[in-house]
């Protein structure tokens, strides 16, 4: 998995997430929320990480935002 972080930024976790009352999931990055999950994508979310250790779980959370930032956030 070298090739996948070149940069080391996973290391650093800047994604987060927290499962909501309603079963949805928010992620966050550096503590802004970025994107909203419903309650299907929160059921496979829940399943995946489930034996994944941070590493992983924070390559998951960035394929799942995808490609969100081009430039212009701040």
């Known amino acids: 998995m070298n090739d996948v972080d070149k940069r080391n930024r ?5 994604f987060s997430y927290r499962i909501t009352k309603g079963n949805r999931t928010l992620i966050y990055f550096e503590n802004r929320m970025i994107k ?4 299907k994508e929160t059921k496979k979310l829940s399943s995946k990480i ?3 250790n941070e590493f992983e779980i924070q390559l998951l959370l960035a ?5 969100f930032k081009r430039g212009n956030e701040r």
Do not use: A, I, M, W
């Open 63 to 67: 394929k799942l935002t995808g490609n």
């Open 50 to 52: 489930n034996g994944l």
């Open 36 to 39: 909203t999950l419903n309650e």
């Open 10 to 14: 996973l290391r650093e976790k800047p």
